[in-house]
């Protein structure tokens, strides 16, 4: 399984970023996907994350500006992040939790950087 993010980079405050994560090995339509952040000196957070249903869940801190979806003819998961604040800098990863034989996988990418300049 391999999970190839991209999309990061430099924006300023108030701008918009559209991360990407595409998936070989697994099915991202059929599992649970999240997009996780980490700043300089903090724990890895969960940002949002799409169930294999397709229900969405948002973090406090980024509901009504970052959407969370997946286009799974391309196997690929989304993260579209508009209005963007200083806060939101860090590394961006991809996850995937897959079960099988009702054993959690968990896979994640390789991270890509976000930074947001006031």
């Known amino acids: 399984v391999q999970l190839q993010a991209s999309g990061g980079g430099l924006v300023q405050a108030g701008g918009s970023l559209r991360l990407s994560c595409a998936a070989s090995?697994?099915?991202?339509?059929?599992?649970?996907m999240g997009w996780y952040r980490q700043a300089p000196g903090n724990q890895r957070e969960l940002v949002a994350d799409i169930t294999g249903g397709g229900i969405t869940n948002n973090a406090d801190s980024v509901k009504g500006r970052f959407t969370i979806s997946r286009d799974n003819a391309k196997n690929t998961g989304f993260l579209q992040m508009n209005n963007l604040k200083p806060e939101d800098t860090g590394v961006y990863y991809c996850?995937?939790?897959?079960?099988?034989?009702?054993?959690?996988?968990?896979?994640w990418g390789q991270g890509t950087l976000v930074t947001v300049s006031s």
């Open positions: 090995g697994i099915i991202v339509g059929y599992n649970s």
């Open positions: 996850n995937v939790i897959a079960f099988r034989r009702n054993v959690k996988y968990a896979y």
